[in-house]
């Protein structure tokens, strides 16, 4: 396991990393991908035997499932039912001589 800071966005374990989550520890073969496009570099020097052992690497697939839509406050017209046509109150046309 190596420690990496990104120099670009990439997938690391499936999911979307950035350069700003700072130093992010991941498995050898995945770490080799990364150091092999100079997408990231090694930062593992500088975390004692303590640290590493203590770390887990970035799992290599994304939590998944379904993400719960919520009702917007203001659907869009298309959103919401047709209300029924208003028939009552209305007049007869009078005829006109």
Do not use: C, W
């Not at 420690?3 to 350069?19: E, F, I, K, S």
């Amino acid at each position: 396991m190596k420690y990496l800071t990104l120099l670009t966005a990439a997938y690391v374990g499936g999911v979307l990393r950035r350069p700003h989550e700072g130093a992010i520890p991941v498995a050898d073969d995945e770490a080799k991908r990364l150091l092999d496009n100079k997408a990231a570099e090694d930062v593992t020097d500088g975390f004692s035997a303590a640290q590493l052992k203590a770390a887990t690497p970035e799992p290599v697939t994304a939590p998944g499932g379904p993400v719960p839509a919520e009702v917007p406050a203001n659907p869009h017209q298309a959103e919401v039912p047709a209300s029924p046509a208003k028939t009552a109150g209305r007049k007869p046309a009078a005829d006109k001589e």
